[in-house]
């Protein structure tokens, strides 16, 4: 089984895996395509029901709910987008990948770490996520899985919990040492596809988690140079719904182009006590960055008031936070950043792009990264869980500790 995991991803890279479908999003197969390919797979993963909740929210940017009521992490998914298709898509390939990582099908071991080190190679696990309760230490026996470093092109071993997301009770022995979280989890119609994504969120991740640490970013963009038409199509429809939009440039030392917004409601009335809502994009392709980052603080609202989500506590609905209030202050006074500024990196082929991702990742001093392929083989889909040590996790995970990044950040933060 683990041969061919990494024969798989060997022969990935051996092959060109040119992009048929680029507004949006890039894939290898439009979204009206992957839609139908994954309804017809639906059922099998305990898939009922695919929502257009887009009409609850007044700004119209097209947003789904996809619902497995026997879920054992999260029963709801979402997915977003500037055409319906693409939402419905986006909403059931995130429910399809969840589904996978919680029926992880992979020989697994279990000792403690010293014990595992004395066969095989593991990962750097200091430079791996962990909560700021973990049990963790070298002596406590729990269970591992094995993935593929896609730069030393090698097998490497790590936490289970970090690739899992099977969370019925009782749980494995030694769970609590790492984070387990959905981060770095991907689905797409290819192994390279499905990797890109994955590689493009744990960055974007780690953007968020250095820009919060960090304090306001630098660059606030001025929405007057954001050229791009579809990102200019979102922008009209939060102007329209009487929003206020402010985008912030939180591009990490990695160089992969990444944005934060914030959408603003002045009436504050379409929600109550939940005036700001927020989102994130990463993509080599800026305008592909941005859009996620505009679409999913559209979703981000349309989360709160579908209220169905299995994650969302009472206290989510709580005014917002000072950060926010600040965010918002900056952002009318010093936007002056030019969109037209932010390099676009993408390439017309997926393995350019995960070659390059990679390489971006080596120049800021991050040398590996571990890949799993979940993939079932009677299903049209890839799977793939990354994992980059050294990367910050989940800023908003129960628990979160910063790692040597957010550290590093927080001492270099202005006074």
Partial sequence: MQHSQNEAFERAFEQRAPKRHVKG????????????????VAPSMGITRIANVTGLDVVGIPVTMVVRPNARSLSVSQGKSLDLDAAKASGIMESIELHHAENVERPLRFCTAEELRREHSVADL????RPSNSIFHDDLPMLWIEGFDLVDRRSTWVPYEMVSLNWRLPLPPGHGSFTSSSNGLASGNTLLEATSHAICELVERDATALSYASGV??????LATIDDPDCRTALEMYEAA???????????????PAFSCIVVDPAQGHVVDYRRAGGDGCHLDRNIALL??????????LTMIAGSRDDLARRAYQPGADVGRRLEHEGRTRANGDFRAVETLATDDLRDDVVRLLAMLRKA???????????????PFSVVRAI?????????????????RAQRAMRSAPA
Avoid: C, K, W
């Fill in 292 to 301: 996620r980052a505009l679409t999913e603080a559209a979703q981000s609202r």
């Fill in 25 to 40: 999003t890039h894939r290898t197969v439009g979204p009206a395509e992957t839609l139908a390919r994954a309804r017809q």
């Fill in 242 to 256: 009487g929003f206020e939009v402010f985008v912030f440039d939180i591009t990490s030392d990695v160089g992969v």
């Fill in 365 to 379: 001093g991050l040398e590996h990264v571990i890949a799993f392929d979940l993939s079932r083989p009677d299903l």
């Fill in 126 to 129: 200091a430079a791996l996520s």
């Fill in 217 to 222: 970013p630098a660059t606030i963009i001025d």
């Fill in 388 to 404: 980059v040590p050294g990367l910050e996790g989940m800023r908003t995970a129960p628990n979160y500790r910063p790692g040597a």
